[in-house]
C-alpha cells in the first residue's frame, strides 16, 4: 500500500472517529480545550501514523498526539480496541480493588468502564513523563469529579526499579519493553509482591521493528518462557493480530505477518 491510499483511510478513520457517537463528543471537548480544530486532529492522526519508526519517546511530547493515541481504544478495526477489551474482561473477572498501572501512556478504558464506576477502588497511574499526567487530567476532569478519592499520580522512572507498595494487579500495557533492563525489573518485582497477587502484560511478538524497544519477543512461546523464569505462573494468554483496517501504521509489517501483541495474565 502506498503513502497516498494509506493517507486516504487515515483520513476516514479520523473523520469517523470524530464524529462517532462513542467518543466524538469527548474528543471535542478535549480539542476545545487545547485550542484545536477538526484539521489539527486529523493532520496529527495520519502524522502518528505516517511517521517512521522512532528511537526515543519524543514523538509522545504534545497532548494532541495524546489525544490520538487514546483515540485508538475507541476505533474498533484497530488492534488497541481488542487489547482494551481484553484487559477490561480480566479485571471485571478479577475484581481488583487496588490496582498499579505502570508506564501507562494515556488512561486505558478499565479507568473509565471499571475504576471510575466501581466503589473501594484505587489506582496508581505511574509514568516519568509529566505529558503522561496532563492528558490523564483531561481525560478525568472530562469524566468524574471524583477521581481525587480513587486515581493517583505517581513519577517514577521506570528504569529503575523501586518496590511501589503492595497491590493485588500490576498493569504492564505496552510498556515493558521500553524498560532499560526489564528482565531485572521483573525478577525484582516478582520477588516483591505477594503470592496471589495478578500481573497483566502485553507484549510485541516481534524482533527488529522498533528501535525505542529495549526487549522483543521472537514468538508466544519465548514470552512465556521469559515471565516464568521470574517465578510467575501463567493464566491466560490471547494473541491480538493487527488489522490492516485500523491499524494503518503496520500495513507492510502486516503483510509479512511477523508481527503481533500477546495479551497475558500472569499470577504470582
Known amino acids: 500500500m502506498d503513502l497516498k491510499d494509506k493517507e486516504i483511510i487515515l483520513i476516514q478513520l479520523a473523520k469517523k472517529i470524530l464524529s ?34 522512532i528511537e526515543d519517546n519524543k514523538v509522545y511530547d504534545d497532548l494532541l498526539t495524546r489525544l490520538i493515541m487514546y483515540s485508538k481504544q475507541y476505533i474498533i478495526t484497530c488492534h488497541h480496541h481488542v487489547k482494551q477489551k481484553y484487559v477490561l474482561e480480566t479485571i471485571q473477572e478479577l475484581q481488583s480493588q487496588k490496582i498499579i498501572d505502570l508506564g501507562f501512556g494515556t488512561p486505558g478504558k478499565y479507568t473509565l468502564d471499571y475504576v471510575l464506576k466501581n466503589d473501594n477502588i484505587s489506582l496508581e497511574l505511574v509514568d ?23 486515581i493517583h499520580f505517581v513519577t517514577e522512572d521506570l528504569n529503575k526499579y523501586r518496590d511501589l507498595g503492595n497491590h493485588d494487579l500490576y498493569i504492564f500495557m505496552d510498556s515493558i519493553e521500553h524498560f532499560t533492563n526489564a528482565t531485572e525489573y521483573l525478577h525484582n518485582l516478582a520477588s516483591d509482591i505477594r503470592v496471589g497477587d495478578n500481573l497483566i502484560f502485553t507484549l510485541p511478538i516481534a524482533m527488529g521493528y522498533f528501535p525505542s524497544h529495549t526487549m522483543e519477543w521472537s514468538s508466544d512461546l519465548d514470552a512465556i518462557k521469559w515471565l516464568k523464569e521470574s517465578g510467575l505462573s501463567i493464566i491466560a494468554t ?18 509479512l505477518n511477523k508481527f503481533h501483541i500477546l495479551f497475558v495474565h500472569c499470577k504470582k
Open 20 to 53: 462517532s457517537d462513542a467518543i466524538g463528543e469527548e474528543l471535542n471537548y478535549y480539542l476545545k480545550k487545547l485550542n484545536c480544530d477538526h484539521n489539527h486532529f486529523i493532520k496529527k492522526f495520519c502524522d502518528f501514523d505516517l511517521i517512521p519508526n
Open 238 to 255: 490471547k494473541p491480538i493480530y493487527l488489522n490492516p483496517k485500523g491499524d494503518v501504521w503496520a500495513v507492510d509489517i502486516y503483510e
Open 128 to 150: 516519568l513523563f509529566p505529558i503522561s499526567f496532563d492528558f490523564a487530567k483531561l481525560v478525568f476532569e472530562y469524566h468524574s469529579n471524583t477521581v481525587k478519592d480513587k
